[in-house]
């Protein structure tokens, strides 16, 4: 049947149903970049830890400070202090991939996947295996952003174009 050039409106319940898929979608994009900010948070947690000689650290946080923690508790006040620093770097970085995760930057997801697989990569070859397999979901969890932006965006595309009526005069 032809339509004439004549278009009907979405049903509510239709448009109430897309409505519901994008929060869904929304909220997997949003539980999916704040996983930067988990990884930045214990980073710094797992850093402090070792530069003050406790033998605990969590397995969240990036292996690369954790090794350069190691190494400047070793070398002594300046080993810390170049310690902390690359710790605040890398803690900075990982929650600025958060922030523009969050605005929806899919190149930020990318980025941060391969940065986290490459630590993960250093933690097979210290043998830390549990801390390398717990990168494995991260980076699963943060590849669920990439999903949701590509589940948005054609979302964004199905979208009616709102039409503007012209008074008429």
């Known amino acids: 049947m032809e339509t004439l050039g004549v278009g009907t409106a979405p049903s509510p319940s239709s448009e ?3 409505a519901a898929e994008r929060l869904a979608w929304e909220q997997r994009l949003n539980g999916s970049a704040k996983w930067f900010y988990w990884i930045a948070a214990f980073s710094v947690v797992n850093a402090g830890l070792t530069v003050s000689g ?3 650290r969590f397995i969240i946080g990036m292996g690369v400070t954790d090794v350069v923690a190691a190494i400047g508790q070793r070398a002594g006040g300046a080993g810390v202090m170049a ?3 690359v710790t605040a770097f890398v803690a900075g970085l990982c929650g600025l991939f958060g922030y523009l995760g969050l605005r929806k930057h899919v190149w930020v997801f990318w980025v941060g996947m391969l940065l986290y697989a490459l630590d993960g990569a250093i933690l097979l070859l210290l043998q830390d295996f549990l801390s390398a397999a717990f990168h494995g979901w ?4 943060l590849f669920q952003g990439v ?5 948005l ?3 964004d595309a199905m979208s009616p174009v709102p039409v503007t009526a012209k008074p008429i005069a």
Request: charged share 20%; hydrophobic share 60%.
């Open 16 to 18: 109430n149903a897309r």
């Open 147 to 151: 999903k949701a932006l590509k589940h």
């Open 153 to 155: 965006k054609a979302l």
């Open 138 to 141: 991260v980076l699963f969890n």
């Open 54 to 56: 406790a033998n605990l």
């Open 83 to 85: 310690a902390l620093v």
